[in-house]
């Protein structure tokens, strides 16, 4: 359990908050519910634009969550200045989310912004933008990434808090 008995809390951020970043929470809350952990976190995803506020995954992430048995009942909404002192951890997908997350942040705020694709055990660091593709193949992928980066980072805290 978290130092107090706190929750740890995740947020995953992409900029549009209907492909990557719901696959990854959807994944990730899968992956701490299955080491039976989930109790022990609060997860949420946010985008950085506002387009599709309010709005459920694109039909492509909801189909690719559900053919593996992930779990996804949340709808798209904008990262807001409170987030940053909210949560603990706040993941990009891309470089690009890492640059707007950095710009969006208040100074000196608690998260720490991490690029979810540095925790993959493959090195794979992009976690790249599906949603102009014309197949499915991008969010398989996603899917895939998501799955190694949630045990990576896992694994990667828990070595840090044996220290
Ligand atoms: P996401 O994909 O950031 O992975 O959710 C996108 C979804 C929508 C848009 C861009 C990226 N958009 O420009 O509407």
Redesign the pocket.
Known sequence: MASGNQKKKALFI?????????IAEGVFQKTVNDMKIGNQWEIDSA???G??VGNPP?WRALDVMKKHDVPYNNTARQIIFEDFNYYDYIFG?DEENMQDLERKAPRGSKAKLLMFGDFDPQGDRIIR????DSDSEGFEK?YQQSVRCSKGFLEQLEQDMAK
């Open positions: 992409c900029l549009g908050n209907i492909c990557r970043s719901p985008a950085i634009g387009w599709h694109d997908m933008d599906p949603y102009y996603c």
